[in-house]
């Protein structure tokens, strides 16, 4: 943890889940929904974690936090900076949620980021990865089919730097850099995000004073034993008690 004095809200929209296949017009009022939760519960600054809610809807949580001053930082920007400067081929995959791919979000971030003419993007939708990813370990003979065939068009291409465009996809890295090669570069957003929020927090005179640890507050929408599982496998740390909410906002099962 890159903040450890600072103090952690977490809520992870299970319900609704998996958000990479829904369409923006699902997303954005639910996205909004959830941004004033937050807000309402005392956050100071936002970070949205999912890589398909900031393709879909990364303007609206900006614009319903500005409403309470709060700054929203995502995933996307830090990513493509990242990937346009440790590429030397300029050749850049992204692998993503049809969701993500579709807004064009991660070709329209390098293109600005990257400033070189010749920047060939290849973006490749992983309808099933995620909810793969979701359902846990071990993976079986057909899971694995799955993963190399989204490797395949990427191979081929000749990329040399793959930006992980969702937030369950570094638990699968390993994975992908066996099938990919051990020159591709992977690129996540973690470190990225983390520095974007501790010079935000310091800016905006919004850094905690704290010198010790900070709290850890997590809260999800669906089933909270689901949750807790697959969130000790993202963060490697006990959850400890999760509190289960109720979003306003379109059903679930709306796509």
């Not at 829904?22 to 956050?43: M, Q």
């Not at 983390?194 to 905690?208: M, N, S, V, Y």
Request: aromatic fraction near 6%; glycine fraction near 10%; include cysteine.
């Amino acid at each position: 943890m890159s903040l450890p004095e600072e103090d952690y809200l977490y809520l992870g929209d299970t319900e609704g889940f998996p958000y990479g296949n829904k369409s923006p017009d699902w997303l954005r009022p639910r996205i909004a929904h959830l941004v004033e939760f937050l807000l309402g519960r005392g956050a100071k600054l936002l970070v949205v974690a999912c890589n398909s809610a900031t393709a879909a809807g990364a303007d609206v949580a900006r614009d319903v936090a500005a409403e309470h001053g709060v700054e929203v930082l995502t995933v996307v920007g830090p990513e493509a900076e990242i990937a346009a400067a440790i590429s030397d081929s300029h050749r850049i995959g992204v692998l993503a949620t049809p969701t993500t791919v579709e807004s064009g979000a991660y070709r329209i971030a390098l293109e600005e980021t990257a400033g070189h003419p010749e920047l060939d993007v290849v973006e490749i939708s992983a309808p099933r990865l995620a909810p793969i990813i979701q359902n846990g370990f071990p993976f079986d003979e057909e899971v694995i089919e799955t993963v190399r065939s989204y490797c395949a068009p990427l191979r081929e291409a000749g990329i040399d730097t793959l930006i992980l465009g969702c937030t369950h996809y570094p638990l699968v890295a390993p994975m992908l850099q066996r099938m990919l090669g051990r020159d591709v570069r992977l690129v996540t957003a973690g470190h990225a995000l983390a520095a974007a929020a501790q010079r935000t927090l310091k800016a905006g005179g919004i850094a905690t004073g704290n010198r010790g640890e900070g709290t850890y507050r997590f809260l999800c929408t669906g089933d909270i034993a689901s949750f807790r599982e697959l969130g000790t496998r993202f963060l490697q740390m006990p959850l400890g008690e999760v509190e289960r909410v109720e979003i306003e906002g379109p059903p679930a099962a709306t796509l």
